[in-house]
T-cell receptor, first 115, second 113 residues
Framework: EAEVAQSPRYKITEKSQAVAFWCDPI?????LYWYRQILGQGPELLVQ????????DSQLPKDRFSAERLKGVDSTLKIQPAELGDSAMYLC?????????????FGPGTRLTVT | AQSVSQHNHHVILSEAASLELGCNYS??????LFWYVQYPGQHLQLLLK??????LVKGIKGFEAEFIKSKFSFNLRKPSVQWSDTAEYFC???????????FGAGTILRVKS
């Protein structure tokens, strides 16, 4: 069964360092999502791509976070500089080209700890 | 802003007990409703969804949920839980077609064998 791949699975970094996360969606899925899940809370959408275009990045802290999906396939989420409050699980999800009953398929996530 | 409330953060049940997890949302227009589940060590996966039609929807593993529009609720139920249902359950709401998914804080269910 096809799955969303993410790497690394775990990342520990010091405050003010740069970190990057990678996501490879299910083949053929046009829509890609990055979520942040803080402990004890549900996932919160950071950015949504349709192919290589950003559809929604209203909750992305653009002073330190950036995301790209250059060829409309895999995607990278970057944080620079990392802050203590960025410690969280970063989830990637994908779905087929948007249709009314599109389901989002989630990857295993990257757990970030900022020290 | 649109919000989703899940009533209990932790629920502990014995096997064979009945389950009902509450979910309420704040948006008054047309919504799509979802329940996701995350088993220990696994990815978030879809349990069931409601878009339109019969307000009682059935999902995988014997779960069902009822959409009550007048109460802005989408509660998850299972008549008899098993130890393998131990997981975290998330309610999610999407306002109209194509808008972003908003998740509740989740309910951690532990089933004692």
């Amino acid at each position: 069964e096809a799955e969303v791949a993410q790497s690394p699975r775990y990342k520990i970094t010091e405050k003010s360092q740069a970190v990057a996360f990678w996501c490879d969606p299910i083949s053929g899925h046009a829509t890609l999502y990055w979520y942040r899940q803080i402990l004890g809370q549900g996932p919160e959408l950071l950015v949504q791509f349709q192919d290589e275009s950003v559809v929604d990045d209203s909750q992305l802290p653009k002073d330190r976070f950036s995301a790209e999906r250059l060829k409309g396939v895999d995607s990278t989420l970057k944080i620079q500089p990392a802050e203590l409050g960025d410690s969280a699980m970063y989830l990637c999800a994908s779905s087929p080209r948007e249709r009314e009953e599109g389901e989002q398929y989630f990857g295993p996530g990257t757990r970030l700890t900022v020290t | 802003a649109q919000s989703v409330s899940q009533h209990n953060h932790h629920v502990i049940l014995s096997e064979a007990a009945s389950l009902e997890l509450g979910c309420n949302y704040s948006y008054g227009g047309t919504v799509n409703l979802f329940w996701y589940v995350q088993y220990p060590g696994q990815h978030l996966q879809l349990l069931l969804k409601y878009f339109s039609g019969d307000p009682l929807v059935k999902g995988i593993k014997g779960f069902e949920a009822e959409f009550i529009k007048s109460k802005f609720s989408f509660n998850l139920r299972k008549p008899s839980v098993q130890w393998s249902d131990t997981a975290e359950y998330f309610c999610a709401v999407r306002k109209e077609y194509g808008n972003k998914l908003v998740f509740g804080a989740g309910t951690i269910l532990r089933v004692k064998s």
